[in-house]
């Protein structure tokens, strides 16, 4: 919600089902044509598959720029990152530095 607030541009959002089986593909067909400023992508963590998702991701890697002039913004945790750096290595070269979240706990 503050990314929205603080982002000069309009950011799409698009959730992961648990079924999905590519990331780009899954794209393709949620935008069609469209071109958004930014697309923000959540669910990973919710992919059954991920290893296989992340594999694929790896391998159509240069689809994405070709396909999509926007920034891809993936919400992932510290789990799919350490996949993202094995399993799609030449994908997360692209990636700029995460950018982390902690989550204040509070005890009543």
């Known amino acids: 919600q503050q990314l929205r607030q603080q982002c000069p541009v309009p950011v799409h ?3 992961l089902q648990s079924t999905e089986k590519t990331l780009y ?3 393709k067909t949620q ?3 469209a071109q958004p400023q930014a697309l923000m992508i959540l669910g990973l963590d919710s992919v ?5 998702v992340l594999t694929a ?3 159509v890697r240069d689809e994405f720029r070709k396909s999509f002039s926007f920034p891809l913004i993936l919400w992932v945790n510290d789990a799919i990152v350490q996949k993202l750096s094995r399993l799609a290595p030449d994908f997360n070269s692209w990636a700029g530095v995460p950018i982390r979240f902690a989550i204040a706990t509070c005890l009543m």
């Open 13 to 15: 959002e698009l959730s």
């Open 25 to 27: 593909t899954f794209i």
């Open 31 to 33: 935008l069609g044509q």
């Open 48 to 52: 059954r598959a991920l290893d296989d």
């Open 57 to 59: 991701t790896n391998q």
